[in-house]
């Protein structure tokens, strides 16, 4: 119930594609929808985040579609770059996991020049 | 901008020694938080900490860990008898607030258990 399935595990685009990575969930009551980014040897930073009421976020060339009824959700990176090479993780929480987040299995983007 | 600053990077320890792991959160967040990454793996929640007590855990944090927040700077995380499976990335992470977003996570330490 509470788990959250990323796909795909791996990813490679070149420069100037569109990367696309999809979440589902399985727990309504999760009402935070975040991606992280990760760089080898850090810790994950806060990439961009949705709550369900809407159905579409964009931050720059990084975009959340959210489809509250299929219980998925998606992160697009425009106009991919060779320093978009990272790991992506998908999260989720809501009131009854507390504050905790609940990740995705990541999913490792590699951006060809 | 301010930062969660954890040490040591890298820790190596012998199995069934105890270790601490440190963390200095953002001076003003209130909301702490400790998670865990096995190599190649996806990042776990441990435990969270508000008012100096454990807020929530999971069930990966069983009776061989703790956490004290000793000074109102840091915040630790001991995990009494290590054992292999322990051998991880460990991510401190705080927020200033009840809402989730705020989360700023540190860059981890490295625990290899030998």
């Known amino acids: 119930q509470q788990q959250v399935k990323q796909s795909p595990q791996s990813l490679i685009v070149q420069k100037g594609g569109i990367s696309i990575i999809n979440c589902a969930y399985e727990?309504?009551?999760?009402?935070?929808f975040p991606w992280y980014q990760q760089f080898p040897g850090k810790g994950p930073a806060l990439l961009i985040a949705?709550?369900?009421?809407?159905s579409e976020k964009k931050e720059g060339r990084f975009t959340i579609s959210f489809n509250k009824s299929a219980k998925q959700f998606s992160l697009h990176i425009m106009d991919s770059q060779p320093g978009d090479s990272a790991t992506y993780f998908c999260?989720?929480?809501?009131?009854?996991?507390?504050?905790?987040?609940?990740f995705g299995e990541g999913t490792q983007l590699t951006v060809n020049p | 901008e301010p930062e969660v600053t954890q040490t040591p990077s890298h820790q190596v320890t012998q199995m069934g020694q105890e270790v601490i792991l440190r963390c200095v959160p953002i001076?003003?967040?209130?909301?702490f938080y400790w998670y865990r990454q096995i190599l190649g793996q996806k990042v776990e929640f441990l435990v969270s900490?508000?008012?100096?007590?454990?807020?929530?855990k999971s069930e990966i944090f069983d009776d061989q860990f703790s956490v004290e927040r000793p000074d109102g700077s840091n915040f630790t995380l001991k995990i009494r008898s290590t054992k292999l499976e322990d051998s991880a990335m460990y991510f401190c992470?705080?927020?200033?607030?009840?809402?989730?977003?705020?989360?700023?996570f540190g860059s981890g330490t490295r625990l290899t258990v030998v």
């Open positions: 992470a705080s927020k200033r607030g009840l809402i989730v977003i705020g989360y700023t």
């Open positions: 727990n309504t009551a999760f009402d935070y």
């Open positions: 949705i709550r369900p009421d809407v």
């Open positions: 999260a989720a929480s809501g009131e009854t996991s507390g504050s905790r987040l609940t």
């Open positions: 001076s003003n967040h209130l909301y």
């Open positions: 900490f508000y008012n100096n007590e454990i807020s929530e």
